[in-house]
């Protein structure tokens, strides 16, 4: 669905925000259907120009008896990324105007992009994130209303894991993967030159993953069924789940090149995308050792933090790493 789902985001942050969840999730499942039986004149899919609404996705509770506020946004762009530094345009509150959050917008929705630590005794507090980009200023509430209570059942729901929702056992066994940098968090270099950047991953094999077949030399064109050939209509997102690392800009405003290309953690939905949110898409099968290699490079010279995001189709586990890059000498 192209249409503008960033304003669906914000409504139902607001509504529930004021106590009417239940009502919200009907009007928001209405409205999802009313734009997805608009004919395509009718929907309007901006490349450029638009701004980009932040969003609380909810709270989870760590050992100690701390809270995790977990925060996203919506990019109204298909194309566009946008690059707003810490200060008035992109700052926390109460407390530091830097909290973690990130610098570098990618495009569409961007689920579960940072978390903040609140004390125990956070209460009936509120964390904001405001963001201002084409002159425009949003907000999301960060609190810890029961109704944003997360699990790994909501978040592999939200990331369109389940389709619309259907769990099995197999999706309620699952875990997260985990994620180790191997070397150092901080590392130096310069504009075009490559960093090598290696991760281990492990996970319990869940969801199943079922890899794609190499069809033998000369068997033809690939032979797609009526359901893989319907133009997508969904309610939901739905995601290809299978084991996958993907390193992303966070923070830094320079082009970064990655070798191999890394698969979108961005919901693009467009037929041919390298993402799994896209029709057709199929998950490369993930190296035997567990260590996934690629390079880097940088055009301009500057401060850049990547963020590489282990993901099983239904959860995932972050890492980051730190590359200061100096202009050639």
């Known amino acids: 669905m192209h249409g503008d789902t960033g304003e669906l985001v914000m409504r139902k942050q607001s509504s529930r925000r004021q106590g009417s969840t239940g009502v919200v999730w009907f009007a928001s499942l209405a409205l999802a259907v009313l734009v997805t039986c608009q004919p395509a004149s009718a929907q309007v899919a901006f490349q ?3 701004n980009v609404s932040p969003a609380f996705e909810g709270w989870e509770e760590n050992d100690d008896g701390s809270f995790n506020l977990v925060f996203g946004y919506m990019n109204r762009n298909w194309r566009e990324q946008l690059d707003v530094p810490i200060g008035p345009g ?5 407390g530091s105007a830097d909290q973690g959050q990130p610098t ?21 507090k509120e964390l904001v994130w405001t963001l201002t980009t084409a002159g425009k200023t ?8 029961q109704d944003y209570r997360l699990d790994y059942m909501v978040i592999a729901s939200e990331t369109g894991a389940l389709g619309i929702g259907v769990s099995t056992e197999e999706s309620r066994a699952n ?25 281990r991953i492990t996970d319990d094999d869940l969801p199943r993953f079922r890899p794609r077949t190499a069809r033998p030399p000369g068997d033809g064109p690939p032979k797609l069924s009526a359901m893989q050939l319907r133009p997508p209509i969904r309610f939901t997102v739905a995601k290809v789940n299978g084991l996958h690392l993907s390193w992303f800009v966070f923070r830094g405003e320079g082009e970064v090149g990655f070798d191999p290309p890394q698969i979108k953690t961005w919901e693009d939905t467009r037929t041919g995308a390298n993402s799994p949110w896209s029709p057709l898409f199929s998950m ?28 099983d189709g239904g959860l995932y586990h972050d890492t980051d790493v730190t ?3 100096a202009p050639i000498s």
């Open 138 to 145: 949003e907000a999301a509430y960060g609190t810890l209303r």
């Open 284 to 311: 490369p099968a993930p190296p035997e050792d567990g260590e996934w290699t690629i390079q880097v490079t940088f055009d301009q010279p500057g401060t850049y933090m990547l963020r590489g995001r282990a993901d």
């Open 48 to 50: 450029t120009g638009q």
């Open 90 to 94: 992109n700052n926390i509150s109460p």
């Open 323 to 325: 590359i200061v890059v």
């Open 175 to 199: 875990v997260p993967p985990t994620i180790t940098l191997v070397g150092d968090p901080m590392r130096r270099a310069m504009v075009g030159q490559p960093v090598t950047l290696v991760a």
């Open 104 to 124: 570098h917008l990618l495009p569409r929705r961007n689920r579960y992009v940072f978390k903040v630590r609140v004390p125990a005794d956070f209460g009936d």
